[in-house]
């Protein structure tokens, strides 16, 4: 598929959020997190994924969202917080997430934490892209 303007990927992931999680149309903005602001448990995070492959006609694997050969590894983990080695890892397979909060307090169990609305049409954008 072809990419598209940033409005119509917002759109069509607003929408996704909407049915998924059964929010408001105007409680999904770019800025709302998925987990915090929407409520989102880790079994929505795979309806999501379903909506989001329906919606775009990509295919979207666990790994590309949360690489769990990082978040398992004990190179990068002790006591459930990524070790620097770790963060880098996990910055360079998961590009579309801004990573500065998160790296105050790098714990694997807040790792949802860092998803808003717009990381995942970011993702959807690098989606597109790449196919």
């Known amino acids: 598929m072809a990419s598209m303007p940033r409005e119509e990927v917002f759109d069509k ?4 959020l909407v049915d998924a999680l059964s929010v408001e149309e105007d409680e999904v903005t770019e800025e709302a997190t998925l987990t915090g602001d929407l409520q989102a448990e ?3 995070i795979l309806d999501i994924v ?16 949360t690489p769990q050969d990082v978040l398992s590894n ?21 590009q579309h997430a801004d990573w500065s909060n998160f790296e105050q307090d790098p ?7 860092v998803f808003t609305v717009g ?8 989606k597109l892209q790449s196919s």
């Open 13 to 16: 992931v607003r929408q996704a």
């Open 42 to 44: 880790s079994i929505d």
């Open 50 to 65: 379903f909506r989001l492959e329906k919606a775009f006609n990509i295919k979207i694997s666990q790994e590309e969202l």
């Open 74 to 94: 004990p190179d990068y983990v002790n006591n459930r917080k990524l070790n620097d080695a770790g963060l880098a890892a996990l910055k360079e397979r998961v």
């Open 107 to 113: 714990d694997i169990d807040k790792i949802l934490d």
């Open 119 to 126: 990381t995942i049409v970011n993702f959807v954008e690098q």
